[in-house]
C-alpha cells in the first residue's frame, strides 16, 4: 500500500477500536499471543471446580470465560467495574441466576466474609486482604495477571516518550509476598515473557487504541512516525514484535 491508503487504513482502524466484554476477534487472525504460556490457567480452574462450590469471578469483562466453565449459576457471583461492560453483564448474566454486583477488584468487594469456596480473577485487578476475607478456609485463590513490563518493545516503538510503568508493581514475587503476608500459601506460582506478533499494523493501531493504559495519548496522527516505522519492520521481517509478561498463581487460605 502507499501511505495515503496506509493511512487511511490505520484510521479506520483506530475508528473501530471499541470492544464490549473482552472481545478481541475484530484481529482474530491478524495477531497471536499467549501461545505458549507454561501453565494452562483454564485447566488449572477446572481442576479445582466442582459443581457445589460457590465461586467469584473478580473484573469478569463480560462473563464470557465464567459461563464457558459451566458452572451451576446458582453457584456463581462475579464483579465488574467497567461501565460498558457492567451494563452487559447486567443484560447476559443476571437473567442466567448469576450473582452479578457492579464493583472494581481494587476496592472492597460487596460480598460477607467467607463467601466463597474459590475466587478467580484474570487480567484483573485485586486486593489480597479482600480475597482472604470472602474466601472460605481453605478455599482458594487462581489468578493469571498482566505483568508491569508488558508489550513495553511495542510502546517504545509508538510512543518513545512514554517510559513509565503504568502497573510498577505487577511482578510475581511482590503479589506472592502480599499472600503470604495475609496468611495464604502459596501452591503454584510462575512467571513468563512470551512473544505477541501482528501481521498487519492496522491491528496495531486497534490494540494501541483499546489498551489505552498501555499506549497513553495514543493516535494515529500523533504517532506516525512509529506506525511507519512499524510498517517498515513488517516489510522486512512479516510480523511487529513484542513480548507480554504474564503471570501466574494459585493461592490457597489457610484453615
Known amino acids: 500500500m502507499k501511505e495515503k491508503e496506509l493511512l487511511a487504513f490505520w484510521r479506520s482502524e483506530e475508528e473501530a477500536a471499541h470492544i464490549h466484554g473482552w472481545d478481541f476477534s475484530h484481529i482474530a487472525g491478524r495477531y497471536t499471543e499467549e501461545e505458549d504460556l507454561p501453565w494452562d490457567y483454564r485447566g488449572t480452574v477446572l481442576h479445582y471446580l466442582k459443581p457445589d462450590r460457590k465461586i467469584l469471578d473478580v473484573d469478569t469483562g463480560g462473563g464470557e470465560f465464567l459461563l464457558s466453565l459451566g458452572h451451576p449459576c446458582a453457584n456463581i457471583s462475579a464483579t465488574e467495574a467497567y461501565p460498558p461492560n457492567v451494563e452487559l453483564c447486567e443484560k447476559t448474566l443476571l437473567p442466567l441466576g448469576v450473582d452479578f454486583r457492579p464493583a472494581d477488584g481494587g476496592d472492597v468487594l460487596p460480598f460477607a466474609d467467607a463467601s466463597f469456596d474459590l475466587v478467580l480473577n484474570r487480567h484483573g485487578d485485586f486486593r489480597a486482604h479482600e480475597i482472604h476475607r470472602v474466601l472460605k478456609p481453605g478455599g482458594l485463590f487462581i489468578t493469571e495477571q498482566v505483568g508491569a513490563e508488558n508489550d513495553r518493545e511495542l510502546v517504545a516503538l509508538l510512543l518513545p516518550e512514554a517510559k513509565a510503568l503504568p502497573f510498577p508493581e505487577q511482578y510475581l514475587r511482590i503479589a506472592s509476598k ?33 489498551i489505552e493504559w498501555e499506549f497513553p495519548g495514543f493516535s494515529v496522527d500523533a504517532c506516525m512516525p512509529g506506525l511507519l516505522a512499524a510498517q ?6 512479516g510480523c511487529v514484535e513484542g513480548n507480554i509478561h504474564r503471570f501466574f498463581l494459585v493461592a490457597r487460605k489457610s484453615d
Request: net charge negative; glycine share 6%.
Open 232 to 237: 517498515d519492520i513488517l516489510d522486512r521481517a
Open 178 to 210: 502480599k499472600f503470604r503476608d495475609c496468611g495464604f500459601e502459596i501452591l503454584e506460582e510462575q512467571e513468563c515473557f512470551r512473544p505477541i506478533r501482528f501481521f498487519d499494523v492496522g491491528a496495531l493501531v486497534w490494540f494501541a487504541r483499546i
